[in-house]
């Protein structure tokens, strides 16, 4: 496993941006495909972005598409999330996950390594 740890979380206005970043430790960071997911309260853990090791590929979960861009800087083992024209049901927890086994990209077992999340609000 790897350890990673997220940052840039906040409260920010209904329109406004954020950028998250997440940090991973090892050597093998470019190796993996990396994901963003969100959990909500009372909610199950939900698929945002994935990025495939070299960054050649990303994908989104529709309800984000064309408001967030998941991008990764091999040389700093760390992958983003820009958050634009945020909305309020995007407020949740927001997780990094290093994806480990095969699949579409969208479930969380396809992921082995988890951060502790950063928080996220939008207020209306």
């Known amino acids: 496993q790897v350890q990673l740890v997220e940052s840039g979380g906040g409260l920010v206005q209904a329109g406004g941006s954020l950028r998250l970043s997440c940090a991973a430790s090892?050597?093998?960071?470019?190796?993996?495909?990396m994901g963003w997911f969100r959990q909500a309260p009372g909610k199950e853990r939900q698929f945002v972005a994935a990025?495939?090791?070299?960054?050649?590929?990303?994908f989104y979960a529709e309800s984000v598409k064309g408001r967030f861009t998941i991008s990764r800087d091999n040389a700093k083992n760390t992958i983003y999330l820009q958050m634009n024209s945020l909305k309020p049901e995007d407020t949740a927890v927001y997780y990094c996950?290093?994806?480990?086994?095969?699949?579409?990209?969208?479930?969380?077992?396809?992921?082995?390594?988890w951060g502790q999340g950063t928080q996220v609000t939008v207020s209306s």
């Open positions: 090892g050597r093998t960071f470019s190796t993996f495909a």
């Open positions: 990025i495939t090791g070299s960054g050649d590929s990303t």
């Open positions: 996950a290093r994806r480990y086994w095969g699949g579409t990209y969208f479930h969380p077992d396809e992921y082995d390594s």
